[in-house]
């Protein structure tokens, strides 16, 4: 295999990756700019999205690490050339991970209530997430899957057919969402925030029905599941233990900001709405280079090729963070007028511009912290990347938000322990991987 890594190669696994990563943010981004919109009851249907899409963010992303796991196994196997021993691993991967989505389902849909009364909601912000909610988690295995099979397709370093599958999803969504949320004359009634998660959901079926489609017929790796399971199973799970322990630290952090801020009251919970997924699409967009640092690492660990390990490292450090600038200079460019695309209410737009600067400045941190993410999970080290995120969001982040809250700075302060948890997540791992690395590559 080639050992060089050149800026069209990254690119060429960046530039996909970075479409389709974006695809879930933009889910839950159209809702809060249609819903935002609506006619009547916009700030508290608005708050309630926010709510909703956290806690569904903290399931995906403790559930979705499944991408992860199965990428950087599949990415070694490829490196090392014996991609035959783990062609059933993905399946066996989805039907563990479906298999406790629809678990989730059965364990959280009775309890809506109580479990957004824990971020604080109430009166109508609670009865419109309890709504939301009962639609939109019946998307979730569909997510599941589509998260492994995108995980498969980054192993075997293709990221051109998630692409194609996000953008049809993403495409379909805002259709959807304008159809079923204000209706269409008298085809269809307008159903406003179960609108919405109605098409959320229809999005995420169709992404599924792609995602099979492609696996299938652009790969020969099979869906259907063949026991026993394979040898390689065992650090899968391992894996995913440890990254849900990781996922869960980091959801924490999500819990703390959301409930603060609906605490705080609903003009600032719709603000923190549109500031927080705003910084989820930022994340996900510089996630791009987070993914090939993932997949090539994966592949040149398993190859054992260090030195060029290290100059990939160099390589998405620089262009993970002039993405982060760039997206930093267009937030700048056009500052007030994102905010428009979501509400016209004037206090959430005046909080919401307040703190959406804390958001663009911290863009460049979050590249290293994500690039370096994504190259720790493309090697499999999925310890290290757990304890790291423990320490940041135990000792770094909570502190932070409740001496804040102390000082009653509100979403300022949820902000600035979000920056300083993004320092304490990257600094860490760019000096674990100099010290491990650097004396590998000039021995090897």
């Known amino acids: 295999m080639s050992t060089a890594i050149t800026l069209k190669e990254i690119n060429k696994l960046a530039i996909p990756a970075l479409i389709s990563g974006v695809s879930e943010p933009l889910l839950s981004l159209t809702d809060a700019a249609i819903i935002g919109n609506m006619d009547y009851d916009a700030t508290e249907s608005l708050a309630a999205v926010g709510i909703v899409t956290t806690f569904m963010s903290m399931l995906i992303w403790v559930l979705g690490q499944t991408r992860s796991a199965i990428s950087s196994i599949v990415s070694q196997y490829l490196g090392a050339n014996k991609l035959d021993e783990v062609k059933n691993l993905p399946a066996q991967a989805i039907f563990l991970i479906t298999s406790l989505s629809v678990f989730i389902i059965i364990a959280t849909y009775p309890f809506a209530v109580q479990i957004f009364r824990l971020y604080n909601a109430s009166d109508l912000i609670l009865n419109y997430s ?185 390589k998405l450090i620089k262009y993970g963070i002039i993405v982060g600038l760039i997206i930093a200079l267009i937030g700048g460019l056009f500052y007030y007028r994102i905010g428009h695309i979501f509400t016209d209410d004037k206090d959430v737009l005046n909080k919401f511009y307040d703190i959406f600067w804390i958001i663009l400045a911290m863009q460049p941190l979050c590249a290293l912290a994500f690039i370096f993410d994504g190259v720790f999970k493309g090697m499999g080290k999925m310890k290290y990347l757990r304890n790291v995120l423990l320490f940041s969001t135990l000792l770094v982040f909570i502190p932070v938000i409740l001496w804040t809250d102390r000082l009653n700075y509100k979403l300022h302060g949820i902000f600035i322990a979000f920056t300083l948890w993004i320092i304490a997540r990257g600094l860490p791992l760019i000096i674990k991987f100099r010290k491990t690395f650097k004396p590998l590559a000039q021995n090897p």
């Not at 992404?207 to 399971?229: E, G, H, N, Q």
């Open 130 to 314: 309890v709504d939301y909610y009962h639609i939109r988690v019946f998307g979730f295995p569909f997510t599941l899957f589509n998260i492994a099979v995108f995980g498969t397709f980054r192993g075997l370093q293709n990221t051109y057919y998630p692409m194609l599958i996000a953008i049809i999803g993403a495409v379909s969504n805002i259709a959807l969402d304008i159809a079923l949320v204000y209706g269409i004359s008298d085809i269809i009634p307008a159903m406003h925030i179960k609108g919405a998660a109605y098409a959320s959901v229809i999005a995420q079926l169709i992404m599924a029905l792609l995602s099979a489609y492609y696996i299938l017929k652009k790969t020969d790796i099979p869906l259907l599941v063949r026991f026993p399971f394979n040898p390689e199973i065992k650090r899968f799970v391992i894996m995913i233990l440890n990254l849900f322990i990781r996922t869960i630290a980091l959801n924490v952090a999500l819990y703390f900001g959301t409930s603060y801020a609906t605490k705080y009251g609903t003009n600032y919970i719709a603000a923190y709405t549109i500031a927080i997924n705003l910084w989820f699409l930022g994340a996900f967009l510089i996630d791009g280079y987070a993914s090939a640092g993932n997949i090539l690492s994966g592949k040149l660990y398993g190859a054992r090729y260090y030195k060029n390990l290290i100059d990939l490292s160099n």
